[in-house]
Nanobody
Framework: QVELVESGGGLVQPGGSLTLSCTGD????????WNWYRQAPGKERELVAS???????YYADFATVRFTISRDYARNVVLLRMNSLRPEDTAFYYC??????????WGQGAQVTVSS
């Protein structure tokens, strides 16, 4: 079983920016579809952004314009750049990797707190 590892979380001011990174031991970023989810206390887990193996991207309504998902092939990491952060963006953010042959890998999550 592969465990993904998220990094880059922390405390930021409203309007600030933060970049999350995701890696998986032995996983090439070009070989999977990648997803970022988030979950706030008392709320359902929700999809934030996705990038497919062909580079196609999806963003939730709240992430459109403000967030960017990308793959850094040189460093073999998946990134989520978050700009113009709002208090309602506060949540645990989870990285996920899937393919059509049954792989479904998750990380433990990274806390993002947006507060003045």
């Amino acid at each position: 079983q592969v465990e993904l590892v998220e990094s880059g979380g922390g405390l930021v001011q409203p309007g600030g920016s933060l970049t999350l990174s995701c890696t998986g031991d032995g996983l090439g970023v070009a070989d999977y579809g990648w997803n970022w989810y988030r979950q706030a206390p008392g709320k359902e887990r929700e999809l934030v952004a996705s990038v497919g193996d062909n580079g196609g991207r999806y963003y939730a309504d709240f992430a459109t314009v403000r967030f960017t998902i990308s793959r850094d092939y040189a460093r073999n990491v998946v990134l989520l750049r978050m700009n113009s952060l709002r208090p309602e963006d506060t949540a645990f953010y989870y990285c996920n990797a899937r393919n059509l042959w049954g792989a479904d890998y998750w990380g433990q999550g990274a806390q993002v707190t947006v507060s003045s």
